[in-house]
């Protein structure tokens, strides 16, 4: 069954205090993967795609990573207003050509000034 | 250029009613994609919509339906409401269907079921 899984569950740092994020996945055919940002009572803002192994990308103090197993999403020098929910999702290919996304639970993540 | 606008912002409804949640895709995208999301989980797909055609149907009940107009703004419709039913539905869009498309969310419909 594909499966996504993210870790820790929440995270709370200190201002400057860098961290990562783990996203680790069990798929067949996977077609990409997504990091989005999603702040409370909001939609999720889309952050990065990632399409292969090795693949990294980068957007002001955010990097995402991804191996055959799994993303990270590394945090430097982290600021109070990076505090949000960190969402990754995975897209496959189902029978058919149909693509879907399957979601993580997502991590939880406070910086504190 | 405006993003994903849904409508509304908010809404309360009582169990046994129904409800019309619409959404506006980003100018240029032709595929839009309904979520339900709980408090504390990731999106759950709901339908995917493209060129006024269902390409994506997840595990919800019949009570849910949806569609795509021309100009390619979607409604989604549910009955028979349910407390379960309370959630934040997000309508996002992308521009096609094929290859890997990331997809740009609206702000969401927060809808409270009593």
């Known amino acids: 069954e594909d499966q996504v899984t993210q870790s820790p569950e929440a995270l709370r740092l200190q201002e400057g205090e860098s961290s990562s994020l783990n996203c680790s996945y069990t798929v067949s055919g996977l077609r990409g993967l997504f990091w989005y940002r999603q702040d409370p009572g909001k939609g999720p803002e889309f952050l990065f795609t990632l399409y292969s192994a090795g693949e990294e990308k980068e957007k002001e103090r955010l990097k995402a990573t991804l191996t055959k197993k799994e993303s990270f999403l590394h945090i430097t020098a982290p600021k109070p207003e990076d505090s949000a929910t960190y969402l990754c999702?995975?897209?496959?290919?189902?029978?058919?050509?149909?693509?879907?996304?399957?979601w993580g639970l997502g991590t939880s993540l406070g910086v504190n000034p | 250029d405006a993003g994903v606008t849904q409508s509304p912002t908010h809404l309360i409804k009582t169990r046994g009613q129904h409800v019309t949640l619409r959404c506006s895709p980003i100018?240029?995208?032709?595929?839009v994609s309904w979520y339900q999301q709980v408090l504390g989980q990731g999106p759950q797909f709901i339908f995917q919509y493209y060129e006024k055609e269902e390409r994506g149907r997840g595990n919800f009940p019949d009570r849910f339906s949806a569609r795509q107009f021309p100009n390619y703004s979607s409604e989604l419709n549910v009955n028979a409401l349910l407390l379960g039913d309370s959630a934040l539905y997000l309508c996002?869009?992308?521009?096609?269907?094929?290859?890997?498309?990331?997809?740009?969310f609206g702000p969401g419909t927060r809808l409270t079921v009593t």
């Open positions: 999702a995975v897209q496959v290919a189902n029978a058919g050509n149909n693509r879907k996304l399957i």
């Open positions: 100018s240029g995208h032709k595929s």
């Open positions: 996002a869009s992308s521009f096609g269907l094929a290859g890997i498309r990331e997809q740009y």
